[in-house]
Nanobody
Framework: QVQLVESGGGLVQAGDSLKLSCAAS????????MGWFRQAPGKEREFVGAISRSGNNTYYSDSVKGRFTISRDNAKNTVYLQMSSLKPEDTAVYHC?????????????????WGQGTQVTVSS
C-alpha cells in the first residue's frame, strides 16, 4: 500500500523547465516500479516514462525522450520528473503511478496506485 502526491506544476513559457515531485507515504517507494503519465483535455492518458526500483534503468516515450528525465531518491521516498525544453503540446495533468511488478510498462492498467495529478501549462 502506498499513497502518492504530485507537486511542482505551474504555468511556464515554451522552452522553460520544470521539475515535478511525487512524494510517497505508506510502504517505501523502493518496493515499486514508478511511472509518469499525462492527460490533456479531451485526450487519452499518455505514458511519459518509467523508472526501475533501483533507479538504474529508465524508459521514455518517443515524444519526451531527450527532454525529460525521471529520477528517484528512495531515501527521501520521492520520484522526480525533470522536464526541459517544454513545448505547448506538453500541457497536461501529470500523474505519477506505482507498479508492484518489475516491468516498466507503458500501460496504465498495469499500475496499482496513482497520485491526484499536478497541472502543467506551457504557453507559446
Amino acid at each position: 500500500q502506498v499513497q502518492l502526491v504530485e507537486s511542482g506544476g505551474g504555468l511556464v513559457q515554451a522552452g522553460d523547465s520544470l521539475k515535478l515531485s511525487c512524494a510517497a507515504s505508506g510502504r517505501t517507494v523502493s518496493s515499486y516500479t514508478m511511472g509518469w503519465f499525462r492527460q490533456a483535455p479531451g485526450k487519452e492518458r499518455e505514458f511519459v516514462g518509467a523508472i526501475s526500483r533501483s533507479g538504474n534503468n529508465t524508459y521514455y516515450s518517443d515524444s519526451v525522450k531527450g527532454r525529460f528525465t525521471i529520477s528517484r531518491d528512495n531515501a527521501k521516498n520521492t520520484v522526480y520528473l525533470q522536464m526541459s525544453s517544454l513545448k505547448p503540446e506538453d500541457t497536461a495533468v501529470y500523474h505519477c503511478a506505482a507498479n508492484w511488478g518489475w516491468a516498466m510498462s507503458p500501460r496504465s492498467n498495469e499500475y496499482d496506485y496513482w497520485g491526484q495529478g499536478t497541472q502543467v501549462t506551457v504557453s507559446s
